[in-house]
């Protein structure tokens, strides 16, 4: 299979802590992108880095990528109970025609 | 970027029963896909919604099973036929991004099914 696998499964933080999450995937990619689910609803796109990208930011989000160990991480700085959801991380495989998404990590940031 | 519109937001259906579930989308895009989320689970693609022809399907999805329309570029249907508990999920309509295509994907709010 294809689909990235996440962790942690779960995590839990007190609000102002930072949260990271880890992504690994099986294939060569395009590009990998990071989306958040809140309460089971639709999923809202953050941030995509190109495989030939190592970082980006966007606000208070950092997102790292290792093409040679095939993994990627989310941090989320200074966290806040609004950023309590779902965080999903997906890839564009090469030669394929849709995303993978991986399992997923549950974040909760108690205020 | 894009809106979507995807009803019902939610449904309880029996078993044996079919459900249509609806994706309006506020312009035309050339990409639409339909996802399937299991309860606690990930998102998993059932089929493409091809604008004039066939959807493609992915392995463990059939047609018959999950009919799909595509009439125009803003607009299509997800039947999920004979229902039965199995079939109680999150369903997420989806449109590729337009400036470059597919390279980020725009969601629906979801239709979350329980089958009885």
């Known amino acids: 299979s294809q689909q990235g696998e996440e962790d942690p499964q779960a995590l839990s933080i007190q609000e102002g802590e930072n949260a990271t999450m880890n992504c690994s995937y099986k294939?060569?990619?395009?590009?990998l992108q990071w989306y958040r689910q809140n309460s089971g609803r639709g999923l809202v796109h953050l941030i995509l880095?190109?495989?030939?990208?190592r970082e980006k930011h966007s606000g208070r989000l950092r997102v790292t990528l290792d093409t040679s160990k095939k993994s990627s991480s989310l941090l989320i700085t200074a966290s806040r109970a609004a950023d309590t959801a779902s965080y999903f991380c997906?890839?564009?495989?090469?030669?394929?025609?849709?995303?993978?998404f991986g399992t997923g990590t549950r974040l909760t940031v108690i205020p | 970027s894009a809106v979507i519109s995807q009803k019902p937001s939610r449904d309880i259906c029996q078993r044996g029963t079919s459900l249509t579930i609806q994706c309006q989308v506020d312009?035309?895009?050339?990409?639409m896909f339909w996802y399937r989320q299991q309860p606690g689970q990930s998102l998993t693609l059932i089929a493409t919604?091809?604008?004039?022809?066939?959807?493609?399907?992915e392995s463990g999805f059939v047609i018959d099973k999950f009919p799909i329309s595509r009439p125009n570029l803003t607009f299509s249907t997800l039947t999920v036929s004979n229902m039965s508990p199995e079939d109680s999920s999150i369903y997420l309509c989806?449109?590729?991004?337009?400036?470059?295509?597919?390279?980020?994907?725009?969601f629906g709010s979801g239709t979350q099914l329980s089958v009885l």
């Open positions: 989806s449109v590729s991004g337009f400036s470059p295509p597919r390279e980020k994907l725009f």
């Open positions: 294939t060569s990619i395009n590009n």
């Open positions: 880095i190109r495989s030939n990208e």
């Open positions: 997906a890839t564009d495989a090469a030669g394929a025609n849709n995303l993978f």
């Open positions: 312009s035309q895009v050339t990409m």
């Open positions: 919604a091809n604008q004039g022809s066939e959807a493609t399907y």
